[in-house]
């Protein structure tokens, strides 16, 4: 008998902890009881989660920004049962098929003059591998340049150019001739450029580890440099892209135009895995460059009719629904309104962002009392201190948020592009009660913070 999803969905409905406990990571398992966020969610609909017990939550963590449209946009299902109904020859290989034709032409479009061809793939990470193979063959060089903090994903070229070290400690040797420079350092970029011999320089116009924006003049002399020494820049746009930060693309709102642009998240419509790599007509034309080549670079689900419907889907929805202007709109409001609390709350010290790209970050306070607790947490490990913030967020005003990074006391929000006046008020008032609460000592807040430095030294013991 045909499996039936629907009664699977029932009839196993509380096995979800113990499955993940026996076949998948336990650690992950033990990490979301540990804070609290062992929750069973049973529907998402838009920029909310409903969970078995019919509470609904606000989600700002939107699958690390897979959301834009927020879940099961009615368009998406609309473009995939279209697809799903019309018996189409899938995946032929030896063919052309029109619905990838169809988004690569629509996608350059939104791009900057100069960007002409597209490679599709399925996943970030996979854009990113494209990159630094199409960069190397394109110039003959090896040596691809990144920025201290970087995420470009975890396969192994991708973590080659990762800024953490605990993405990367243990899983070397990783490519040779990858090196970081700090981000927003432009005497760094040019040393780094001046010996001719760097294939490529990938970085996110935004930094997505803490949010980092970059002075106006940075990515501009970053497309100047680069050209002058004869090295390609890559623009990862695979969380700022696609509407994320109120401009189609973070780039546009500094007007530069790279070699290459990546994508994905977004552009999957919150249903099926795409990345994508549009450049500049050269580098195709270079790694492509004879027959025998043909299928020199690619994957066997890459051009998916599927994944090309999607993201055909998501652009129309945000052209429709105006989502560049929310995100815009909604975002400075956010920004405006937690950045009013600062003068009243001595922990939170900064807002910063664009569009629906947003850090809220904390730290030391003035007042003596305040200091000796705040000072404990970060003994115990540096970035405690806002996972007191995210873990009320979501236990006492139902906010799904993620901490920034490893070690510093960044919340940030990626939430679906859509999210209205009611839930900006809902986030900043939230953001109000539980800051307050911080400010409490000693409180139930602080009891939290004992707990989770204990934990916290109890695993570095561990690792000893
Ligand atoms: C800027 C950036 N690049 C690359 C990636 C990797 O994408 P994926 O997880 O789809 O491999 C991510 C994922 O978070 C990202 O934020």
């Not at 629907?6 to 990571?25: I, K, P, V």
């Not at 070229?157 to 420079?181: D, H, K, T």
């Not at 106006?216 to 890559?234: I, M, N």
């Amino acid at each position: 008998m045909t499996v039936s999803i629907a009664d699977l969905l029932t009839e196993r409905a509380s096995d979800n902890f113990s499955l993940h406990e026996q076949h998948l990571n336990t650690q992950m398992v033990k990490v979301l009881r540990t804070i609290g966020y062992d929750r069973v969610y049973v529907k998402g609909k838009g920029q909310y989660l409903y969970d078995n017990e019919n509470q609904q939550y606000l989600d700002l963590l939107s699958g690390f920004g897979v959301f834009a449209l927020g879940r099961n946009h009615p368009a998406i299902i609309s473009a995939l049962t279209d697809v799903l109904q019309a018996d189409l020859p899938d995946m032929v290989q030896m063919d052309a098929s029109l619905l990838s034709g169809l988004l690569a032409e629509k996608i350059v479009t939104l791009c900057p003059t100069g960007i002409e061809k597209m490679f599709f793939c399925n996943s970030g990470a996979e854009a990113v591998e494209a990159a630094i193979k199409f960069s190397r063959y394109t110039t003959g060089r090896s040596k691809i340049l990144h920025c201290e903090h970087a995420f470009h994903g975890l396969t192994l070229g991708a973590l080659s150019l990762n800024g953490e070290e605990i993405f990367r400690e243990g899983f070397g040797p990783l490519l040779p001739g990858c090196s970081a420079i700090p981000f927003n350092d432009l005497d760094a970029l040019e040393k780094a450029l001046s010996n001719r011999d760097v294939a490529a320089f990938i970085v996110e116009p935004i930094q997505g580890k803490g949010v980092n924006l970059p002075d106006d003049s940075y990515l501009p002399e970053v497309a100047r440099l680069c050209a002058k020494y004869g090295t390609l820049f890559v623009a990862d746009e695979i969380q700022t892209g696609i509407g994320r930060t109120g401009k189609f693309w973070a780039i546009d709102h500094w007007n530069v135009e790279p070699d290459m642009i990546l994508m994905a998240k977004a552009l999957s419509g919150g249903f099926i895995p795409v990345g994508a790599v549009a450049m500049k007509p050269l580098i195709m034309e270079k790694v492509f460059n004879r027959m025998d080549r043909a299928v020199v670079h690619g994957s066997t689900f890459s051009k998916n009719n599927m994944a090309m419907a999607a993201g055909l889907a998501t652009i129309s929805v945000i052209e429709e629904e105006n989502l560049l202007e929310n995100s815009a709109r909604i975002g400075n409001e956010l920004i405006a309104g937690i950045e009013a609390l600062i003068d009243k709350h001595e922990f939170l010290k900064e807002v910063r962002g664009m569009g629906l790209m947003i850090a809220v970050e904390f730290g030391s306070p003035k007042s003596l009392s305040l200091k000796a607790a705040w000072k404990m947490l970060e003994t115990a490990n540096k970035g405690l201190f806002c996972q007191m913030v995210t873990i009320p967020l979501f236990k006492e005003h139902r906010i799904l948020s993620q901490v920034a990074g490893h070690g510093m006391n960044v919340v940030k929000m990626l939430p679906p592009l859509m999210i209205s006046e009611k839930d900006r008020d809902w986030v900043i008032s939230a953001f109000d009660e539980v800051i307050g609460e911080c400010h409490k000592v000693p409180g139930s807040i602080w009891d939290l913070g004992k707990t989770l430095a204990g934990h916290a030294i109890k695993a570095k013991k561990a690792t000893r």
